[in-house]
C-alpha cells in the first residue's frame, strides 16, 4: 500500500514565524502535491513537483514556497505565518505514466491542521 | 461559476436507501476522480475513470463524457458510508493536476 506521511497532525504557530510542513511517500511517485481546505472552497492546490528539484504553482501559490530536495519528500514552507494560513493542509502523490495524457490515482495522506495565532 | 459542480452539497438518507452525487464539469477532461473524506481529514480515492461505469462493492460511478457529467452511486448505504464525496477532474497534462468540486457531505442514519 502506498504510505504517505504528514509530519504533523496538528500544529499551532505564531504570525510571522516560519513554518515547515513534511511529507514523505514510499511508492518512489513522481509527482507530489501539497494543498489547502478550506470550509466552502474545497481543495485548493498550493504548489506541486514533478521531479526533484522541479516545483510549479499552483492556484494559490502567495505566501508559500515548497522545496523537494529528494524524490520521496516534498517540504511547504510558509515564509511568514499569518492568521490567514490557518487551515488543513494536505499533501498527496501520485505516479507519472509513460503516456503523458494518461493519469494515475492520487494518495493523500492525512492532513495537517494548521492554527496560526 | 467553478469549472467542476457537484450536487446536493449536503445529503442525508437512511440506511439502506439507494444514493446519487452528481457531478458536472466544464472543460476537457482526461480522467474524473472520486474521493471519500472521513471525519478527521485523510482522503482516499474511490475511482478514476475517462468513459463508462466502475463498480467497487456497493459503490458504482458512472460517467458520460459528452455531457460532461458523473454520478456516484451508493446501493444499501450504511452509517460507515458516512463521509464527504469529492468530484475531482484532472486536464490534459502528465502531471496529474487535479479541479476539485466543493464535496457533498453524506450522512447515513441507522
Known amino acids: 500500500d502506498v504510505k504517505v506521511t504528514q509530519s504533523s497532525r496538528y500544529l499551532v504557530k505564531r504570525t510571522g514565524e516560519k513554518v515547515f510542513l513534511e511529507c514523505v511517500q514510499d511508492?518512489?511517485?513522481?509527482?507530489m502535491f501539497w494543498y489547502r481546505q478550506d470550509p466552502g472552497l474545497g481543495l485548493r492546490l498550493i504548489y506541486f513537483?514533478?521531479?526533484?528539484?522541479?516545483?510549479e504553482k499552483g492556484d494559490i501559490p502567495e505566501g508559500y514556497s515548497v522545496s523537494r530536495e529528494k524524490k520521496e519528500r516534498f517540504s511547504l514552507i510558509l515564509e511568514s505565518a499569518s492568521t490567514n494560513q490557518t487551515s488543513m493542509y494536505l499533501c498527496?502523490?501520485?505516479?507519472?505514466?509513460?503516456?503523458?495524457?494518461?493519469?494515475?490515482?492520487?494518495?493523500f495522506g492525512d492532513g495537517t491542521r494548521l492554527s496560526i495565532l | 461559476k467553478n469549472e467542476v459542480e457537484q450536487s446536493p452539497q449536503n445529503l442525508t438518507a437512511q440506511e439502506g436507501e439507494f444514493i446519487t452525487i452528481n457531478c458536472s464539469y466544464s472543460?476537457?477532461?482526461?480522467?474524473l476522480h472520486w474521493l471519500q473524506q472521513h471525519p478527521g481529514g485523510g482522503i482516499v480515492s474511490l475511482f478514476m475513470?475517462?468513459?463508462g461505469k466502475k463498480k467497487h462493492g456497493r459503490l458504482i460511478a458512472t460517467i458520460n463524457i459528452q455531457e460532461k457529467h458523473s454520478s456516484l452511486h451508493i446501493t444499501a448505504s450504511h452509517p460507515r458510508d458516512s463521509a464527504v464525496y469529492i468530484c475531482?477532474?484532472?486536464?490534459?497534462?502528465?502531471?496529474?493536476?487535479?479541479?476539485f468540486g466543493q464535496g457533498t457531505i453524506l450522512t447515513v442514519h441507522p
Open positions: 498527496a502523490s501520485s505516479s507519472e505514466d509513460s503516456n503523458s495524457y494518461s493519469n494515475q490515482p492520487q494518495h
Open positions: 511508492m518512489d511517485h513522481e509527482n
Open positions: 513537483s514533478y521531479d526533484v528539484k522541479m516545483k
Open positions: 472543460v476537457g477532461i482526461s480522467a
Open positions: 475513470l475517462s468513459s
Open positions: 475531482a477532474v484532472a486536464g490534459g497534462t502528465s502531471y496529474g493536476k487535479l479541479t
